[in-house]
């Protein structure tokens, strides 16, 4: 079993396979879809690759499974439901919800500085175990995964969700307030795959920020954030 290892926390990946129901024929795939770039050389494979994948598995599935729940619904309104289930917030959710992050490969930088539980590299890793599991086992595998997380996902809400950076718009309108004010405060990564850290501000209340592959990704995630913790003082 020692090609199984190298988890950290000295955790087996056969807990992991147990977790996603699936023994992989390839653990080196799960292996991978675990490693972050912080500890990988020139010799190791990252997630990053096992992301794109596993993002585009996941929408097909996802996509599927609207498609042919909500059967009266219009294209707008399956669009909605269906960027919210893929949004990185929905799979940093999931990935807390499996404990992901105590089977990640880190440096003990990263792990130090909280890796383990920062959303926007659950959510990659999330994405990237998908891929390891569609290229281990097709997609029959993936969707064994993804189809009992993500079904109740989907019809937790009778009507599709409003996208967060439309309805902090609103929210700001409804009270004659400034419309939100969205700027990108750090930029990481490499250009293939960037990481924008955006803040969100709206006139006398204190702002929220967000993480994203794109701006638009970050501004819908600081904007969701707001929304949260305005709801939570009972003011949205």
């Not at 969707?143 to 996902?153: D, K, N």
């Not at 809400?157 to 004659?176: N, V």
């Not at 990564?189 to 967000?210: C, I, K, Q, S, Y």
């Amino acid at each position: 079993m020692g090609s199984r290892r190298g988890i950290a926390n000295d955790a087996d990946l056969q807990d992991l396979e147990e977790i996603l129901g699936h023994r992989f024929a390839r653990p080196k795939l799960l292996e991978h879809a675990l490693t972050h770039g912080s500890i990988a050389d020139k010799t190791q494979q990252t997630y990053e690759r096992l992301e794109f994948l596993g993002d585009r598995v996941l929408g097909l599935v996802v996509a599927d499974l609207l498609f042919h729940r909500f059967t009266r619904e219009a294209e707008g309104a399956l669009g909605k439901r269906f960027a919210a289930l893929v949004s990185r917030t929905c799979l940093s959710e999931v990935a807390v919800n499996l404990g992901l992050g105590r089977f990640l490969r880190l440096s003990p930088g990263e792990s130090e500085s909280g890796g383990r539980e920062n959303p926007s590299l659950l959510a990659d890793a999330c994405e990237a175990v998908i891929a390891a599991l569609y290229l281990d086992g097709g997609l029959d595998a993936a969707r064994r995964f993804i189809e009992p997380i993500w079904t109740p996902l989907l019809e937790a809400s009778p009507r599709p969700p409003q996208d967060p950076k439309t309805a902090l718009q609103e929210w700001a309108q409804g009270r004659q307030l400034e419309l939100p004010n969205y700027e990108v405060i750090d930029q990481s990564g490499p250009d293939h795959a960037p990481n924008f850290l955006v803040r969100v501000a709206v006139t006398g209340h204190e702002p929220e920020t967000g993480e994203g592959k794109s701006k638009r990704m970050a501004e819908r995630a600081a904007a969701d954030r707001l929304l949260d913790r305005l709801r939570a003082q009972g003011i949205a």
